[in-house]
């Protein structure tokens, strides 16, 4: 029986992850900040990943054939701006300082474990590639781009100098039920149901404009798994190849509720508080050829699954 440890569990991507190894039979240790998780044993306490000992002797116990780095820090482009010295050190602490403790108690005690870690398409930033994939410059724009971009240059070091498994998937936008709330796609469903069942009258949007290259997050955690299946690490980009608008996204969310959007949402600029970066579209080909890993759920489909759970959500 094959084991697994997810670091960050408690999230969309680790949720997901969880319920999709447990139907493959594996033992799975899932850790948080906030708690732990094990499906074959009684629950550990929480470990700190930003303390090296607590890290190796976790990997030295279990050792995992499997560790899904999936722990970040994230701004959303909602978010008030923190400070940036004070949001460039957590991110660093979290996004590679932490991972650091993994792929380094891999190399000392458990040389058989393959590590994931999550990127982000934020990494291309400013891309002057209208498709963006494995060969396309990083330019990241924002301190999330740049401590990812750390991060990927980290599990490629420790391939190349200690021989750790370490694959990076470039994960560009992925959405479901169980998106956060202020993250645009899920920001634009409550409303929408807010809207039909006369909670609230209106929904204001930053940029109508901007383009997203939207996925399904239970695809994307599967594409994680296979990437780890493979003969050797090595960097992959994970997404649809397909880019739509925020105006289409609302514009199909309010429509499945039999609504016309254009009465319900205002745009209003000021609600942007990060730098604009161009629209992100992805090429996931490579990660086809030697995967056979393609997205399940489109653009429609995503929007159907995220109103209908909304929906019963209010049932409940």
Known sequence: MKKALIVGHTGQDGTYLIDYLDSLNYEIIGISS?????????VSPTIDILNKSEVEGLIRFFKPNEIYYLAAVHQSSIDLIADDHQLFHQSMQINVLALSNFLEAISKYSNNSRLFYAASSHVFG??????????????????????????????????????????????????????????????????AVAI?????????????????????????????????????????????????????????????????????????????????????????SKLHQVTGWEPKVYFNRLIEIMVDNELISYDE
Not at 34 to 42: D, V
Not at 133 to 162: V, W
Not at 174 to 186: G, I
Request: charged share 20%; with cysteine.
């Open 34 to 42: 906030r708690l732990s998780y094990s499906n074959f044993k009684p």
């Open 126 to 191: 400013n891309s002057s590639h209208a498709i963006q994939d494995e060969n396309t410059p990083f330019s990241p724009i924002c301190i999330y781009g740049i401590t990812k971009m750390s991060g990927i240059q980290l599990c490629r070091y420790y391939h190349l100098k200690h021989q750790v498994f370490a694959s990076i998937g470039i994960f560009y936008n992925h959405e479901s039920p169980l998106r956060a709330a202020q993250f645009v796609s899920k920001k634009i469903v409550k409303a």
């Open 196 to 284: 039909k069942l006369k909670k609230i009258d209106k929904l204001v949007l930053g940029n109508l404009n901007a383009r997203i290259d939207w996925g399904y997050a239970p695809d994307f955690v599967e594409a994680a798994h296979q990437i780890l299946q493979l003969n050797d690490s090595d960097t992959f980009v994970i997404c649809t190849g397909e880019t739509h608008s925020v105006r289409e996204f609302a514009e199909g969310v309010f429509s499945y509720l039999n609504l016309d959007w254009k009465q319900y949402v205002e745009e209003n600029p000021k609600l942007i508080t990060k730098t604009n970066r161009k629209d992100l579209q992805g090429n996931y």
